[in-house]
């Protein structure tokens, strides 16, 4: 690939992209509450639209320049201490333009369709201030010109999650999900912020005084010398990732954050934020090229975390909790793509998986909606004749992730399985452990569509009663997902890469593992449909109680009982042992003693006040006359 | 003319008696009387030191002293008129109530 020719365009509209969204913000707190539903329902939307129109004037002046350029716009230069120089300044290059496109155009359709999902709620206006600013936040974080930047745009994002986890604050139970997810990713954030410190720092050594990633690229081989500090670097930065991106251990979150509205969901914790990990991990790519070690840590987690998450999706009945995990395990794929230095086909899976992950959440909402927000797929059940385009839809979304040959998410993960097995850092184990996991997937997204979408409707006469196809700005972000889900992977993603990550090396795979994955997948759906397609009754099942290994994955394998114990509880008896005998007996009694000293001693001397006038005055006198005396001597 | 001193030691005398007055009688009107006494004492230094200096500023003192007095005798008087018609007592051991 010719590189010579690359140049950097300095553009000045970049700025917009963020700032619409913005001003959406802006609206929605100041104007909006003398306007009324009506204004905000329409400006919310537009303003994402207006930053997706932004977007692809800039992907497609970015696309008539040279292969490997850049388009460049600098606000103002941020932070200058000494020879330490940060810019606001957006970047976009090929990476930039494809997170753009999805944040923008994904969000715009999530946009739309909360208009319809929220048109019962009175907060509408907190909900899209809140989404318009996620939007933002999501923005910067893409288009960062350096890792400072990114980094704010990732507080940002991790901000709005916890608000709209918790957006129906009044239950106790959906405010702590968003504490929690908050938490969670604190941690994961030490790891970061300490992983940019050392990468800072390792460059300052190198007198190189920068956080630009042009800049750090352009000097990554200075670091070379150093490939412990480079591990160390990528490792503290991957657990950043961990958290935001919900990998094992970090997960727990995201599970939990399920209390938000679906379109949340959908927006956040399936198309966009969770996937900023990745993109980070993408972005910095060519220093994880450089430590084999910290490749190997990020695919041998991701495998893990693709299976496991797959195992507890195999067995929930909570419509959102099932999307929650496989959201989980499909995040797992992206890392398992890029930790085999394969960052295009992680990237790749991210698209496809924005596309059909969005549309099986909105498809999830819109059941939810019309099923009087109803979550437990047991009580539903025979859906696809009520709702026809919601069904339909949704079928498309499952088979795009089970990976049925010509859909979007067959493409994405066979190519992450073939580069799993084949690829410069791959290895039979990483691509064993993901057919696996593409069989459970399979699996688990066609019981949920069986159990939901076919057989006799479980719901009580009430609920069901009331089941209607969703609205019309519900459903045409539905099908154009499901557009997106079938024919996302036709778009020349891989070509539009390269010059950001190089080609990908292909080839050299036996016909047997190609397909491997897609027999996986097929074999899923079949028994998916053994067990609950055929029997209509078969649902019923679900009611029991679960026994045995079933029973460990609906419990999801203990994990949160296991921090419970682990992690949580200690450090409550540790904060009351600080409270309740650190604060109340060390700290006050320090307090109350002193003042009890001062009484105790009080309680001597104050027999020295009489009453007796003539006492004081003798005092008084004798005072008089030591001073005399003492004046007379001094002189 | 008689020496300064002996207006001094005089003035001193009357002092330490109108002080042990002061200190050891029980009567608050006694009491009173020798701060009057205390008071003139001071007075006497004043004018002897005033004729010694040849300075009518020690004898102005005295003026405002004297004034001071007289006016801090009526309203004295009136507090021990008024302790004396709620107690029953002038005595100075037995008014100790302003203690903890």
Redesign the interface.
């Known amino acids: 690939m010719e590189h010579a020719h690359a140049t950097v365009q300095t553009v000045s509209y970049l700025w917009a992209i963020i700032f619409s969204p913005l001003l959406g913000v802006l609206f929605n707190i100041f104007v909006a509450p003398g306007l009324g539903r009506k204004a905000v329902n329409f400006v919310s939307p537009v303003m994402i639209l207006v930053a997706f129109l932004f977007s692809c004037k800039a992907v497609v002046e970015l696309s008539g320049l040279p292969h490997g350029s850049a388009l460049l716009d600098t606000l103002y230069p941020w932070i200058t201490a000494g020879q330490f120089h940060v810019d606001l300044a957006l970047r976009v290059d090929a990476l930039s333009a494809v997170m753009i496109l999805i944040v923008t155009g994904v969000g715009f359709l999530i946009h739309v369709y909360s208009v319809g999902y929220m048109a019962h709620d009175e907060d509408v206006a907190r909900y899209f201030t809140y989404l318009n600013l996620f939007t933002a936040s999501m923005l910067i974080l893409v288009l960062g010109e350096n890792l400072l930047l990114l980094f704010v745009g990732w507080e940002g994002v991790g901000l709005c999650s916890y608000l709209l986890i918790g957006f129906w604050y009044t239950d106790d139970e959906k405010a702590s999900a968003g504490k929690k997810a908050f938490i969670v990713n604190r941690i994961g954030d030490a790891g970061f912020l300490l992983g940019m410190f050392l990468l800072f720092w390792t460059l300052v050594a190198k007198n190189v005084w920068t956080l630009s990633f042009s800049e750090i690229q352009a000097h990554a081989s200075a670091l070379a010398t150093s490939p412990g500090i480079i591990t160390t670097i990528c490792l503290l930065l991957f657990v950043g990732a961990i958290g935001k991106s919900a990998q094992f251990p970090l997960y727990v979150w995201l599970p939990d954050a399920m209390a938000g509205p679906t379109p949340v969901s959908a927006l956040i914790h399936a198309a966009t934020m969770v996937t900023a990990g990745a993109y980070m991990v993408a972005r910095l790519h060519f220093l994880y090229s450089m430590s084999p070690t910290a490749l190997a840590v990020v695919a041998g987690i991701a495998a893990f975390t693709a299976v496991f998450a797959a195992t507890i999706a195999l067995v929930q009945t909570d419509i959102k909790k099932v999307l929650a995990y496989s959201t989980v395990s499909q995040l797992g794929y992206m890392f398992l793509g890029i930790g085999v230095g394969a960052y295009a086909a992680g990237i790749f899976h991210l698209m496809t998986h924005a596309f059909f992950k969005a549309l099986l959440f909105l498809g999830a909402g819109s059941v939810i909606h019309g099923m009087s927000d109803e979550q437990d797929i047991r009580k539903m059940g025979g859906l696809l004749k009520k709702m026809p385009i919601t069904g339909w839809t949704f079928l498309v979304g499952c088979l795009a992730i089970a990976g049925i040959p010509g859909l979007s998410g067959y493409f994405s993960k066979d190519l992450i399985l073939e580069e799993a097995y084949a690829g410069p850092h791959g290895s039979s184990l990483l691509y064993w452990t993901g057919v696996v996991g593409a069989g459970m997937t399979a699996f688990y997204i066609f019981r949920l569509f069986f159990i939901t979408f076919l057989g006799e409707n479980r719901a009580d006469h009430q609920v069901a009663h009331h089941i209607h196809e969703s609205s019309l700005s519900m459903t045409v972000p539905l099908i154009t997902l499901a557009v997106l889900s079938a024919l996302g992977a036709y778009f020349p993603l891989l070509q539009w890469l390269e010059p950001v990550f190089g080609e990908l090396k292909e080839g050299g795979i036996p016909l047997f593992i190609k397909w491997l994955p897609t027999v996986a997948g097929v074999v899923g759906v079949v028994v998916a449909y053994s067990m609950y397609g055929v029997n209509p009754k078969a649902a019923e099942s679900l009611n029991e109680a679960p026994t045995g290994l079933r029973k460990v994955l609906w419990n999801k394998w203990y994990v949160d009982e296991i921090y419970d114990a682990a992690i949580v509880q200690p450090f409550v008896a540790m904060a009351n042992w600080f409270w309740k005998f650190f604060d109340t007996e060390v700290i006050d009694g320090i307090v109350n003693g002193a003042a009890y000293l001062m009484e105790d001693w009080a309680k001597g001397i ?2 020295w ?6 006492n004081y ?2 005092s008084f ?1 004798i005072g008089a006359m030591a001073i005399l005396g003492l004046g007379y001597y001094l002189w | 003319m008689v020496p300064t001193h002996y207006h001094l030691i005089l003035s001193a005398i009357l002092f330490t008696i109108g ?1 042990m007055g ?3 009688r029980r009567n608050t009107i006694i ?1 009173f009387m020798s701060v009057e006494l205390m008071l003139n004492a001071v007075n006497l230094s004043f004018v002897a030191l005033a004729r010694q200096w040849g300075s009518m500023d020690g004898q102005l003192i005295v003026f405002f002293v004297i004034a001071v007095a007289a006016a801090e005798a009526a309203v004295g008087l009136a507090i021990i008129l008024m302790v004396f018609r709620n107690r029953e007592t002038v005595n ?2 037995e ?6």
Do not use: K, S
């Open positions: 104050r027999h006040q009489t009453g007796n006038v003539q005055a003798m006198l | 002080a002061v200190l050891f009491i100075a051991d008014l100790n109530f302003m203690r903890w």
